[in-house]
């Protein structure tokens, strides 16, 4: 292990794009402190303080966003609105036949698509910095409980310091997403993948120092192993995948045989990854938004709705809000693995190439047949899905250490699948250089 590290920094080029990466990373994590003109910093830390964590979509935003969220600095809306703008993207492919002809037309298609993104990724950050600072400018960042501090967070309200201010985060949110290019194209690794990857792991050491400092020495040891077992978990299910066996036919070209290898299609058990966890989070925050947005009068009670929401549907360590997140992440997972595999299309692909399954026949059985392994397969991944989401609300239920527990959710799926493939093409680049890779 210690010589291939060494030969990775003794190859000049892997050497070039792995210090390229490391300093986008710095200035990436560098502009997280930055605060936004406007913004008072010293109230933001002393918010900060007082409130440990949020609960709900900006608790998911500010995990993305390295805690830069919080802070309003120029980086606050970190990668969040590519990623939203990357997914709804890929669901218009269903209801728009436009998209969907692009995403079949090869490389150009694709180009055409990315612009498209970059554009709706411009026009969320407008739209999410916007709502940030209307929520900071109404002292409900850090919810309606907070201290006097945390309702003077700006120094200037005017109509222009607020322009200044959505211009700013919306150039920032512009520039992480150049960032994330350059990396993919100059560095090593999915640029964006990374970005996400720095947010979450920064988070980690404070994570665990609050839990030593709040719950012991012995709660932090026993967390740290709970941490080591649930990455191996991860490891293994993500790692995992039901290989469909293909074999393809010979065939006469002249004198020449073409086909007849065999080969397989890999369906992991996690196709859907972290996806269906982010569109139950922000599902469930709808309700808890709308019920924020309807507080009565002071002296006056709350509708019953209002009561309901805010009992059953704010707070992660309820049971009924536990089990519709688990149901949520199943349905969400099926919805997902539908729209991004389609069992006809891979059928028609294979017997275009005159490839089948040994035993099915080509054409429709085989998409029927294509279509009965991903049901099946996709049933443990949701499970899996949902008892990783599940285990911060269990440690908020059990030692209210939801906020500072790092090993679960969508943290926990981003880190072990980002470094993964990360070390995926480290290994790659060196097996082209050395015939020796970084895992063998």
């Not at 109230?43 to 969220?69: D, I, P, R, W």
């Not at 080591?228 to 070209?253: D, G, I, N, W």
Request: proline share 5%.
């Amino acid at each position: 292990m210690f010589s291939a590290i060494a030969r990775i920094f003794r190859t000049p080029d892997l050497r070039r794009k792995i210090g390229f990466t490391l300093g986008i990373i710095a200035l990436y994590r560098l502009g997280s402190f930055i605060p936004t003109p406007f913004v008072d910093f010293a109230n933001v830390q002393k918010c900060l303080a007082l409130n440990q964590g949020t609960s709900g979509l900006y608790e998911l935003v500010n995990l993305f966003s390295g805690g830069a969220l919080l802070q309003l600095s120029i980086f606050a809306l970190g990668i969040m609105p590519y990623i939203t703008a990357s997914i709804i993207t890929q669901l218009l492919r269903v209801v728009i036949p436009h998209f969907d002809t692009l995403h079949k037309e090869g490389q150009a298609g694709q180009s055409k698509l990315t612009q498209y993104t970059r554009y709706l990724t411009i026009f969320l950050g407008i739209l999410q910095s916007t709502t940030l600072i209307t929520v900071a400018r109404s002292g409900a960042l850090f919810g309606t409980n907070s201290g006097p501090e945390c309702s003077s967070l700006l120094t200037d309200d005017t109509w222009y310091a607020v322009l200044l201010m959505v211009l700013t985060m919306t150039a920032g949110t512009g520039l992480i997403m150049w960032m994330g290019e350059l990396i993919t194209e100059r560095g090593i690794g999915n640029g964006m993948s990374l970005l996400i990857f720095t947010s979450i792991a920064a988070t980690f050491p404070s994570s665990l120092w609050a839990i030593a400092e709040s719950h012991g020495f012995e709660m932090f040891l026993l967390v740290l192993a709970i941490g080591c077992v649930v990455v191996v978990a991860v490891v293994f299910v993500e790692q995992s995948q039901r290989r469909v066996p293909v074999q393809y036919a010979k065939r006469m070209v002249g004198r020449r045989t073409y086909g007849g290898n065999s080969t397989y299609i890999p369906i992991k058990v996690n196709m859907a990854g972290v996806i269906p966890i982010i569109f139950a989070s922000s599902l469930l925050y709808l309700p808890a938004l709308i019920a924020q947005f309807n507080q009565p009068a002071a002296g006056e009670a709350p509708p019953a709705w209002v009561t309901w929401i805010t009992t059953y549907l704010t707070n992660g360590d309820h049971p009924l809000y536990m089990a519709l997140y688990f149901l949520l992440i199943i349905g969400f997972t099926y919805f997902y693995v539908a729209i991004t595999f389609n069992p006809e299309e891979v059928a028609d692909n294979m017997k275009k190439y005159g490839g089948f399954i040994p035993g099915i026949r080509a054409g429709r059985p085989t998409a029927e047949y294509l279509d009965y392994v991903l049901t099946r397969v996709t049933l443990p991944g949701s499970l899996y899905l949902g008892l990783i989401a599940l285990i911060p609300l269990v440690a908020l239920a059990t030692v209210g250490a939801n906020q500072n527990f790092p090993f679960g959710g969508a943290s926990i799926l981003i880190i072990v699948g980002v470094g993964l493939e990360t070390v995926k093409q480290i290994d790659s680049q060196l097996q082209q250089r050395h015939y020796e890779g970084l895992l063998r």
